[in-house]
């Protein structure tokens, strides 16, 4: 694993330590950046659609980006807060297997890094309206790139070190390493990232089958072995998680979105997408927004 984790790159998006109330009940939150939080006092709710997880005070939570989940506040609630992009060298997340909320207690180092992120990051937090129609996704994402861009070597190596090490608070977790402990064959792996990177390509099964020098049947048995998934259903995903990005972060139509990600006609990438997500792409537009 430490080799792999050399691919992997996370770009700072926001940095904060907020108080929240009642007003912090969101529903179907899906975001193409990851969150960790870290509760100092009060409680909340993250839930999904098999796990309700308690936010409470001592504790450290990631939220993997793509996952469908719902934000809620009963009374009082003050948290740290980190948004971060992730990139890897071969398109797959580290948490591609793993695409659920991890609660780990949390540890001196924890607090240290927060705070440590928000002195050498300053004015990182979200500091705007959250309604979608007030601005420009694609502009401020950007913006915010820039000011890693921006930033001296010392303070981005710096941070990137502390988000990977509050990363690495998740990963010897019980619900991290819950996944298929057989190494997975080059052959699939190379498909997946195939897949990765070329979404908008015609990727049926038989040619990916074939690709991999593999009989379809075969094929498909071992890319569901390995993956969970059977390859269609783990091909249309990847599509609506390209999607689910340029919706959040271009100002594409949705036929422009659906023709990028390989959809032969808007019908059909719609209907897609709501199978994925569970909403509609106007829907997940208008509830897509940077949520604490």
Avoid at 140 to 150: A, F, G, I, R, V
């Amino acid at each position: 694993m430490s080799k792999r984790l050399f691919g992997y790159n996370f770009s700072l998006l926001h940095v904060d330590h907020v108080q929240l109330n009642e007003k912090w009940n969101y529903t179907n939150v899906i975001s193409p950046y990851y969150r960790i939080y870290y509760i100092d006092e009060g409680e909340g709710l993250v839930s999904t659609g098999q796990d309700k997880i308690k936010l409470e005070q001592g504790y450290l939570y990631i939220i993997p980006s793509f996952t469908l989940c719902n934000l809620f506040c009963n009374g009082y609630l003050s948290q740290y807060f980190l948004h971060f992009f992730e990139e890897s060298a071969d398109n797959i997340s580290l948490f591609e297997n793993n695409r659920k909320v991890i609660k780990v207690s949390a540890c001196d180092i924890d607090i240290a890094n927060f705070k440590r992120l928000q002195q050498i990051n300053p004015g990182r937090g979200i500091n705007r309206s959250d309604n979608p129609t007030v601005y420009e996704k694609n502009t401020y994402y950007k913006s915010y790139q820039e000011l890693n861009n921006t930033v001296n070597d010392s303070v981005y190596f710096e941070t990137h070190g502390i988000v990977i090490q509050l990363i690495s608070r998740f990963l010897n977790s019980h619900r991290f390493n819950s996944r298929n402990p057989d190494p997975v064959p080059s052959k699939i792996l190379d498909t997946a990232r195939y897949i990765q990177l070329n979404l908008k390509e015609n990727l049926t099964v038989s040619y990916l089958a074939s690709r991999a020098n593999l009989h379809q049947d075969y094929f498909s048995r071992l890319f569901f072995r390995y993956t969970g998934q059977r390859p269609l259903t783990y091909v249309h995903e990847k599509r609506i998680e390209r999607a689910q990005y340029l919706i959040a972060t271009t100002t594409l139509s949705y036929s422009e979105v659906a023709e990028v990600t390989g959809f032969e006609n808007l019908p059909h990438f719609s209907k897609i997408f709501k199978k994925v997500t569970s909403l509609t792409p106007g829907e997940y537009k208008k509830q897509n927004r940077l949520i604490y």
